[in-house]
Nanobody, 123 residues
Framework: QVQLVESGGGSVQPGGSLRLSCAASGTIRSIYAMNWYRQAPGKERELVAAITTSGSTSYADFVEGRFTISRDNAKNMVYLQMNSLKPEDTAIYYC?????????????????WGQGTQVTVSS
């Protein structure tokens, strides 16, 4: 009933920038937290950044001020602006969100993941 679709990944050189987008669609009633995770080959998935409905943000230590998470509640979208990218940022980036939606005249909760978008940082 609800799905997330990421876009904006690609290949960039070290020091470059990318902007990831994630669109939530379906019979959404409300979205609470929206998060970006990443998973590099052979490593566990890790939280990159999170943003609440009110716009409060938090970041992993490795972000070091290089990334900015934002959201557009009217459009049910979350973004991740990534600057000063490093080779170690290479990973599949996943959008994650939880909230509530309408189904069969009832309100139900969801916690879902997008399919991921590849980010490759290499010279």
């Amino acid at each position: 009933q609800v799905q997330l679709v990421e876009s904006g990944g690609g290949s960039v050189q070290p020091g470059g920038s990318l902007r990831l987008s994630c669109a939530a669609s379906g019979t959404i009633r409300s979205i609470y937290a929206m998060n970006w995770y990443r998973q590099a080959p052979g490593k566990e998935r890790e939280l990159v950044a999170a943003i609440t409905t009110s716009g409060s943000t938090s970041y992993a230590d490795f972000v070091e001020g290089r990334f900015t998470i934002s959201r557009d509640n009217a459009k049910n979208m979350v973004y991740l602006q990534m600057n000063s990218l490093k080779p170690e940022d290479t990973a599949i980036y996943y959008c994650n969100a939880d909230g509530s939606y309408y189904s069969d005249s009832r309100v139900r909760t969801f916690a879902i993941w997008g399919q991921g978008t590849q980010v490759t940082v290499s010279s």
